[in-house]
């Protein structure tokens, strides 16, 4: 038996963690190699040596889900939700038909209270299981928190008040690919004191809201779309061993079909693709060299920091993350999607990150604003 | 669960409807004499519907419509009637996306989001809200649909454009109850509907009496001037056009105060509350920019009403025609020089210029005596109906006076009062 919220994060959010079943062990049995350790050395609180120990099973099977997923369950116990975002994202982007990563990224995103992207993974991770009961907890907890987002927009006052407590609950394994009857996502294991909303609402809230596509921007994954209303899980894949010899080029296709789709139209290699592709460089470059100053000055005055950061605060993390990092950093893109309307554009790319330590790719989207000639960055967005 | 708080916002938006229903019936009977004031506002709910129709199909428009965010927020509370929560909060977020500053529909959006998790009492159901906030945004909403529903018709016309002078291209007709203001273009003299604008008065309603008292005057103005952006502060929004309150006649009645201006809104505010500024008329700042291109500085007339009165076309015409007559017949009297058939155009409790009535009799009596003929011409006329009760009209226009002795132009503004059924002049003077 795991213990209760023992995952605390410096924004004093507490994460109602599942407790993790011994059936678990027995739930995956065609787990190669060391996984089982992994999770033992998780369970023992042990996250340096789980990290080593997975990165290891990794390096000979870099596509497997249930190994990418436990290295972002310690990502997130060692209190690098930035990495782990972006090894949930990865993972959400390669195997889109799994809820679990989806849920997982959300309880990051609302960890640094990004609400909204928060709502759109847990909307995904409904839709890819509409049965999904902790799903639809967590989004519960994710409307109040952008209703009272709203309400602080609209009433102009500051509800940042201690007292509302998140309380995601952080799914801590891929259950829904485990085909194991006995072993659903419902299960009311988790030990809460606040009462939990009974079946039959449950049913039929999510129905509403899975049918109804909101507004949230989904990526598209027809793929995933699921059979509603089956309350048991189903799986297509039985086993963990089957989603990790999955191929996964399909899978990867189709999550990269939607970024790619857009691109199609021949881009007008125009002067304004020209110029902005020239500030992305300047701007990696910048970063690679850990130019600070000139990194930061891609950045236009209206460009408004993740997390309501202050600029000035920003700035300062941006410093210390960028010029107080030891070793070499290298950024680098590929090939970027450029779509310009007037003065403003929206540019899509892969990025590369290297640093001692830490490799990652993300899909990340700037949108840049030109002024006095210069393209500078306005929004930027990892996904 | 779900259908609980799908209840209440229902009721909620019954009650917004409701509340507009009552507060027209309740202004039917008080003015029973202006029969035909209410009549205008009684467009059926149809014809916005229609016209709301093509802003369902077009994803984001991304072009301004006069009518602003109504349309949008009309539909937001007819999908909470139909209980249709979801399409409410796309609908919702989709406004958001093009009125980010809008604080109404970001209220809507919280109530919408947390009706999604619990049940909630009502508009605003956030835990801890200020009163006074929430009560500000929703009588917000209660303006921005009753506007939406009872868009002015065709056939009528604000009883107080009576006549526009030539060049006065726009007049702005603003009317504080709504909260709402409308631009009528000149059409050879006939007033003729081009847009309206969801607009806040004064803190403390209208009817202007003194400085500092946070009300908005009531009365015919016009613009004296255009302030732009950059002379102003970032409250002032996208500019400022100040009018000439205290008028004439505001100050014979002895009211003061001044700095009454039409403005735009602080970047960070889409719109701000109905009652809400210090006596300004307060437009959105793409409103503001919207109607700028209509104003003419030290022309187009302001006319600021507690209520809007709306006449047909007919009795607007029976109206104006009475009042040139009587316009024409004192313009003929004075040529008589019949000099007490003239004075019988004035008011006994006339006052000008420091004169009451008898000084004035006696000094017209003396000019005329020495008169051999005299010719007056009146050139671009305007009449417009001062709002109010009492029944009084601001006419102005070129006087070319010519004499045996004395030939003098001048701009002349007259204040015509009705008493016992005439029209009587109650103050002239130089404009």
Not at chain 1, 124 to 144: C, F, K, Q, S, W
Not at chain 2, 114 to 141: H, N, Q, Y
Not at chain 2, 168 to 176: C, E, G, P, R, S
Request: aromatic share 8%.
């Amino acid at each position: 038996m795991a213990t209760k919220s023992f995952f605390r994060t410096q924004t004093g959010v507490t994460l109602r963690a599942i407790f993790f079943g011994a059936a678990i062990a027995a739930a995956f049995p065609a787990l190669a190699d060391n996984l089982p350790d992994v999770q033992k050395l998780i369970k023992q609180g042990q996250y340096p040596q789980a990290l080593s120990k997975v990165d290891a099973f990794l390096a000979s099977k870099p596509k497997d889900a249930q190994g990418r997923f436990l290295k972002g369950l310690i990502l997130t116990e060692l209190n690098k939700p930035n990495e782990a975002i972006a090894v949930f994202t990865k993972l959400t982007e390669d195997y889109p038909e799994l809820p679990e990563p989806y849920n997982n990224l959300a309880v990051l995103y609302a960890q640094q209270k990004q609400y909204d992207k928060a709502r759109t993974a847990l909307e995904m991770a409904i839709r890819t299981h509409p049965a999904y009961a902790i799903a639809y907890e967590n989004l519960g907890d994710v409307y109040a928190k952008l209703a009272s987002q709203a309400y602080d927009k609209a009433l102009q006052i500051d509800s940042s008040n201690p007292t509302a407590q998140n309380k995601l609950a952080l799914i801590r394994d891929l259950i829904s690919t485990s085909g194991k009857p006995g072993v659903k996502p419902q299960m009311p294991a988790v030990a809460k004191a606040e009462p939990v909303k009974t079946e039959p609402a449950k049913q039929a809230e999510p129905a509403k809201v899975a049918t109804a596509p909101a507004a949230a921007p989904v990526p598209a994954t027809p793929a995933a779309a699921p059979a509603p209303a089956t309350p048991s899980v189903k799986t297509t894949a039985p086993t963990a061993a089957v989603v990790a010899t999955t191929p996964t080029t399909t899978m990867a296709a189709a999550a990269a079909a939607p970024a790619k789709a857009a691109p199609a139209a021949p881009a007008k290699a125009d002067a304004g693709n020209e110029e902005i592709r020239k500030a992305l460089s300047g701007w990696a470059a910048a970063w690679s060299n850990k130019e600070v100053k000139t990194y930061l000055a891609y950045y236009g005055p209206e460009f408004k920091p993740p997390k309501g950061m202050s600029r000035k605060a920003w700035e300062t993390q941006r410093e210390e993350r960028i010029a107080g990092k030891g070793g070499k950093i290298s950024v680098t893109f590929d090939e970027p999607t450029i779509t310009i309307s007037g003065d403003k554009a929206t540019v899509k790319f892969r990025q590369h990150y290297k640093a001692p330590g830490l490799s990652t790719s993300s899909n990340k989207t700037l949108v840049m604003g030109r002024s006095g000639g210069k393209w500078l960055i306005v929004d930027e967005d990892i996904r | 669960m779900a259908g609980r708080s799908k209840l209440l916002l229902f009721a909620l938006a019954v009650c917004l409807a409701a509340g507009g229903a009552h507060a027209n019936s309740s202004k039917q009977s008080k003015k029973k004499k202006a029969k035909t004031s209410q009549k205008a506002p009684a467009v059926t709910a149809a014809a916005p519907l229609a016209a709301a129709l093509p802003l369902a199909t077009a994803a984001l428009p991304t072009t301004v419509s006069d009518s602003g965010p109504e349309p949008q927020l009309a539909r937001v509370f007819e999908a909470i009637e139909q209980n249709n929560l979801d399409q409410a909060l796309q609908l919702t977020e989709s406004l958001l996306k093009q009125y980010p500053n809008f604080r109404l529909a970001h209220l809507i959006r919280g109530d919408l989001l947390l009706a999604r998790t619990k049940p909630i009492s009502g508009f605003g159901a956030a835990a801890g809200a200020p009163t006074d906030k929430v009560a500000d945004l929703r009588e917000e909403a209660v303006a921005r649909l009753k506007a939406y529903r009872s868009k002015p018709s065709a056939n009528y016309v604000p009883r107080y454009l009576l006549q526009m002078q030539p060049d006065q291209q726009h007049a702005i007709v603003v009317d504080t109850q709504k909260s709402r203001l409308y631009v009528y273009a000149n059409d050879n003299g006939r007033p003729r509907f081009v847009a309206d604008y969801y607009i806040s008065q004064g803190k403390l309603g209208a009817n202007k009496v003194s400085e500092g008292d946070k009300k908005t005057p009531v009365g015919v103005y016009h613009v004296t001037a255009s302030l732009p952006r950059q002379k102003l502060s970032d409250f002032y929004g996208s500019g400022a056009f100040p009018i000439n309150y205290p008028n004439e006649w505001d100050k014979q009645q002895g009211r003061n105060g001044h700095g009454i201006w039409l403005h735009g809104t602080p970047s960070d505010t889409f719109s701000r509350p109905p009652k809400a500024s210090d006596g300004c008329v307060v437009l959105a700042n793409r409103d503001l920019d919207a109607i700028a291109k209509n104003l003419q500085i030290g022309l187009t007339p302001v006319i600021i009403s507690n209520s809007v009165e709306w006449l047909s076309l007919d009795d607007w015409n029976k109206e104006r025609n009475e009042l040139n007559k009587t316009l024409e017949a004192w313009r003929t009297d004075w040529e008589s020089r019949d000099t007490e058939r003239f004075l019988q155009h004035y008011s006994r409790s006339f006052k000008a210029n420091g004169q009451n009535f008898e000084q004035f009799a006696a000094q017209k009596r003396q000019v005329n005596a020495s008169k051999q003929w005299i010719k007056v011409k009146a050139a671009n006329l305007s009449v417009f109906r001062n709002p109010g009760k009492d029944e009084v009209v601001v006419v102005t226009f070129e006087q070319q006076y010519s004499s045996n002795n004395l030939d003098n132009a001048m701009k002349k503004r007259q204040y015509w009062k009705r008493e016992d059924g005439k029209w009587k002049i109650i103050y002239e003077g130089a404009a």
